[in-house]
């Protein structure tokens, strides 16, 4: 297994290792978190599942390092909906490719919301997951054509379960979530190895979100977001963005992520909860400049909470 691993990171394609690394220094596999959490929080933790509205559904591609050969690609698709007595259910279906490296994640969340007070909340969010890996053999170089692991295989593949959790409070327009993804570490087949054990793995990790909502009395407001990162075995990360809201119908903004990742952001509602968010990322040190950057486009629907009247005009009207 060794002599594979080796061989996959002279044959140019280290991006398998990093695609799921938004710092770009993470040795470790973890989930890769998109811009998407910044129009569904849902999509980032399972307490805030249904808490945002009564039914949502967005679907996000990513094309990350456009310049790069087997560039890394990201394809996901999260939903979400509340039920009664306050709880909430969600589904995510993600899928991960970068060089011979292909993952699949589906899971299933659920959440709680606990009414402290008149504007205080507590939310309790779990999820099970399911992971798929795929490693493509057909274009690796073996030292050891006779690898008695490798030999006639064309690809290797593994599934395995884990579960996460996470607390949300929310006291107004402000969000604070402590999240964990991963519980458990998976034991895989690269395991055997002590050297890259914890290369192609999921190890645990763990996540702070702050969100705040900063309304005005005219037709603007801001939204102001952290996310901290922690994943065993790896660096930390963290990013942080701000953005600008005119009527709740158009958005726009910066984020700024650990490495001198920096990134454009920019958002329309129309038709009272139909969305679309472009974000494109460049980091000027990332492979010397040349990387060609990150485009994510997302398009969703969300259905305005009863108790909120829609402040964003119909145009199709």
């Not at 799921?20 to 890769?32: E, H, I, K, N």
């Not at 969600?90 to 606990?114: K, M, R, W």
Request: with cysteine; hydrophobic share 40%.
């Amino acid at each position: 297994m060794r002599k594979l691993v080796v061989k996959i990171l002279q044959s140019g394609i280290p991006v398998l290792l990093l695609m799921v690394a938004p710092d770009l220094q993470s040795y470790a596999q973890q989930f890769p978190i998109l811009d998407q959490y910044l129009v569904a929080p849902s999509s980032l933790a399972p307490s805030f599942v249904g808490k945002e509205a009564p039914f949502e559904v967005f679907l996000t591609s990513r094309i990350e390092w456009t310049s790069i050969p087997s560039h890394p690609f990201v394809g996901s698709l999260n939903l979400a909906a509340s039920l009664p007595k306050n709880m909430g259910l969600g589904c995510g279906v993600q899928y991960n490719q970068a060089g011979p490296l292909e993952n699949l994640t589906i899971n299933l969340s659920y959440a709680y919301h606990l009414k402290l007070a008149a504007e205080h909340t507590l939310s309790f969010g779990i999820n099970g997951t399911y992971y798929q890996n795929v490693l493509d053999l057909t274009g690796a170089v073996l030292a050891d054509p006779n690898d008695p692991v490798l030999a006639g295989r064309s690809s290797i593949s593994e599934s395995y379960l884990n579960m996460g959790a996470s607390l949300l409070y929310s006291w107004r327009t402000l969000d604070a979530c402590v999240a964990f993804p991963l519980l458990f570490n998976n034991r895989t087949f690269y395991s055997s190895d002590k050297v890259y054990s914890h290369i192609l793995t999921l190890d645990r990790n763990f996540l702070v979100y702050l969100g705040y909502l900063l309304k005005t009395k005219g037709d603007w407001g801001a939204y102001f977001t952290f996310l901290y990162r922690q994943t065993q075995y790896s660096p930390w990360s963290f990013e942080v963005a701000v953005r600008a809201s005119y009527k709740d119908i158009v958005t726009f903004g910066l984020i700024y992520r650990k490495n001198n990742i920096i990134g454009v952001t920019g958002g329309i509602t129309i038709a009272r909860g139909l969305k679309f968010n472009y974000t494109y990322e460049y980091s000027p040190t990332a492979m010397m400049g040349k990387s060609g950057g990150t485009h994510e486009i997302t398009l969703g629907y969300r259905i305005p909470p009863k108790s909120l009247k829609p402040s964003m005009i119909d145009y199709i009207k």
